[in-house]
């Protein structure tokens, strides 16, 4: 089945003090989390679109969401326009953690421990220290770069990418990411009306 991108109606839009406070009616309510998120012209090439960081309140389908920033709006009251969220469940949570969860690490490339499909592609994984072979192959240096978690730029030894992030298991967020969510304390404004759980 197509994805097929969540429209919702502006019911309203309001800026006062540099905060934006905006209402809109879904249909079907996306799964959370429904903040950080962008509403409007979203798929078109010139796009016009509002960016919405944590919801304040829900009564059924209509939403109100509250932006820290004054944003001015071309778009139409009672028009409907595309949703789209920012993060999955993990990423927000991600975003909410705190500083000290997070090591800087310069990024290393490392054995990748590959599999052949029968298709006759491969998959690979960062092999663990220590870790059985199994019916898979060793690729030496294989595992050549991570993705920032929240915005997904490459973290590798190449000299195009950014060297080093910080490091919470097996996730890496870059030194933007960080500096502009954790640090600042950011993400922990952002998100949906639950925590998530
Ligand atoms: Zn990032």
């Not at 309001?14 to 249909?27: H, I, K, P, Y």
């Not at 969401?65 to 944003?71: K, N, P």
């Not at 326009?81 to 090591?103: H, K």
């Not at 097996?170 to 925590?195: A, H, M, N, R, V």
Request: proline share 5%; glycine share 6%; hydrophobic share 30%.
């Amino acid at each position: 089945m197509k994805y097929e991108e969540p429209t919702s109606q502006l019911i309203n839009f309001e800026v006062t003090d540099n905060v934006t406070r905006t209402t809109l009616r879904f249909t079907k309510l996306p799964s959370p989390p429904l903040a950080p998120s962008s509403f409007g012209n979203i798929t078109e090439p010139n796009q016009t679109n509002i960016k919405l960081h944590k919801v304040i309140e829900r009564e059924g389908n209509i939403v109100t969401f509250e932006t820290y920033q004054a944003q001015s709006c071309s778009l139409q009251i009672g028009e409907t326009y595309s949703f789209r969220r920012l993060w999955a469940p993990w990423q927000l949570e991600m975003a909410q953690s705190n500083p000290e969860q997070w090591r800087k690490e310069y990024f290393k490339a490392s054995d990748m421990l590959a599999f052949k499909n029968k298709d006759g592609s491969t998959i690979g994984r960062k092999m663990a220290d220590g870790e059985a072979i199994g019916d898979g192959f060793i690729v030496p240096k294989g595992w050549e770069h991570e993705h920032c978690s929240l915005c997904w730029k490459t973290i590798s030894e190449l000299e195009s990418d950014e060297h080093s992030g910080y490091v919470n298991n097996s996730y890496w967020l870059c030194q933007e990411c960080y500096d502009k969510y954790i640090t600042s304390g950011f993400g922990k404004k952002l998100g949906d009306l639950d925590p998530i759980v």
